[in-house]
């Protein structure tokens, strides 16, 4: 794990936020090619969930939401973590992470109920936590001022579906889906940005008619698996947790979990919770309004039931960047020189790869060469993310770039200049072709859309 940070740090992807004062703990910030990457996973969630359905639209809430919200959803009642503290370091833990009496994820400590930063094993009782981040409206700050930043993004698509439903005429079943920033104030962070205070969400309310709830459920959980395997992601570092019924949300009929093998261990990706119609009846109570759907055809009004897919997109980003991390002792080239060096490679999908063709010209000291290459540059700008580089040998400039995920690269040589076609290297093969330029755009479409299908 800590090389994958490391290079996540070196290659612009993740950097600690404030870092020039120290740092804050579990806030991050995301380097261009982080940004770049991010943004590539929204874009391909958007398109197979939303730009290629007929029936789920999309909307933007606000993070600040009337304190009733919170009130009706439960938030302010029970999203809550049960916190005990150590009587001689004051280090603060969740108790729900002590299993077998040895705390989980909390450092190593060598005895049951020993505290894993000074060893002691005195802990007050303990009491609930309220995970929601508070603030105020305005420039008073008294309760009746107060409100919450967002804990989740789901709330705005239920105090929304009336308005949604009717402005856009849908029929159940449909679906609202949203991405956005959601904030908790976690007891316990760490394993780099699996868990933090202010992370992404990317959600959809599916909502139906009861009793069509549990096989749109099963439909929902085949669809969510499906999107993380087109992304890349391997099937046998990705497994279904079945929630126990004692164990479910105050709002879930029941809920399975898809996690993901890091490096640390079995973790949380991504949830399907049947929320049935919990949300939609107590907002209804709690704001005096009427939200049942009315049914056109059997001329009934009901609450629809609500299938939820989640998914963390930073969890997702760190998955996506575990399982493409290769490291190639000696290096794959079989030069003297390269086998004396360990190579690291990232072997991302195309479809969420932050930089998708580099282009060099073969010397930087040969101004044709230059020219012709920053012209293709340009031109291949227009369809595809790319990255120009003319400085060190060309074996190191493929190296950078197999370490950032790139899946092509194009050199110009000096044939170029004498029969207008080029190099085009495949990352994962080093295989090397000649493409004429008039083609080249046409050709790394194909083999992008090719890599993305396999």
């Known amino acids: 794990m800590k090389k994958i940070i490391s290079l996540a740090k070196r290659r612009g ?65 029970n ?31 060598k005895e049951p109920n020993q505290c894993p930063n000074c060893g002691d094993r005195d802990f007050t009782p303990a009491r ?19 409100t919450y930043l967002r804990p989740e993004t789901a709330q705005s698509m ?35 940005i699996f868990r933090s205070r202010e992370f992404e969400q990317m959600e959809i309310e599916y909502f139906v008619k009861p009793g069509e709830d549990e096989q749109s459920f099963d439909l929902w959980v085949e669809k969510w698996e499906q999107f993380f395997l087109s992304l890349g992601l391997r099937k046998e570092n990705l497994r279904r947790y079945e929630h126990p019924k004692e164990s479910l949300s105050h709002y879930s009929k029941r809920t399975v979990d898809i996690e993901y093998k890091f490096p640390f261990g079995w973790g949380e990706l991504a949830g399907i919770a049947n929320r049935t119609d919990f949300d939609l009846k107590q907002h209804a109570e709690f704001s005096g309004q009427d939200l049942r759907y009315f049914d056109e055809t059997t001329k009934e009004k009901y609450f629809p039931y609500v299938i939820e897919p989640t998914a963390g997109l930073d969890r997702l980003f760190l998955a996506l960047l575990c399982d493409a991390y290769e490291e190639v002792e000696g290096g794959r080239s079989t030069t003297t020189e390269a086998a004396k060096e360990k190579e690291t490679m990232l072997k991302f999908s195309p479809s969420v790869a932050p930089v998708q063709v580099a282009v060099f010209p073969l010397v930087k000291n040969k101004q044709e060469l230059v020219a012709e290459a920053k012209r293709i540059y340009a031109e291949l700008q227009q369809k595809f993310s790319c990255q120009y580089d003319e400085t060190g040998a060309i074996g190191r400039r493929y190296r950078r770039q197999d370490e950032i995920g790139t899946p092509f690269a194009v050199t110009v040589d000096f044939d170029t200049l004498e029969d207008d076609s080029v190099t085009l290297r495949n990352r994962d093969t080093m295989a090397q072709e000649r493409v004429s330029v008039k083609h080249l755009s046409d050709k790394i479409d194909a083999l992008l859309f090719r890599a993305t299908m396999e």
């Open 158 to 192: 239920f105090t929304n579906f009336k308005l949604v439903q009717e402005s856009q005429r849908l029929k159940v079943p449909f679906g609202i889906a949203q991405a956005g920033k959601a904030f908790r104030n976690e007891i316990t962070t760490g394993n780099f």
């Open 79 to 109: 999203f809550t973590d049960p916190l005990i503290e150590c009587k001689s370091c004051n280090g603060r833990f969740r108790a729900d992470h002590m299993i077998d009496g040895r705390f989980v994820g909390q450092g190593e400590a």
């Open 13 to 77: 992807f993740v950097f600690q936020s404030s870092e020039i004062y120290g740092g804050v703990e579990a806030l991050w910030d995301y380097g261009p090619l982080g940004t770049a990457m991010k943004q590539n996973i929204r874009k391909a969630w958007f398109n197979m969930f939303v730009r290629q359905q007929s029936n789920i639209v999309a909307i933007e809430g606000a993070i600040l939401m009337h304190p009733k919200v919170w009130q009706a959803s439960g938030h302010i009642e």
């Open 128 to 146: 609930n936590f309220n995970l929601m981040f508070k603030t105020f409206l305005g420039p008073i700050q008294d309760e009746a001022n107060a």
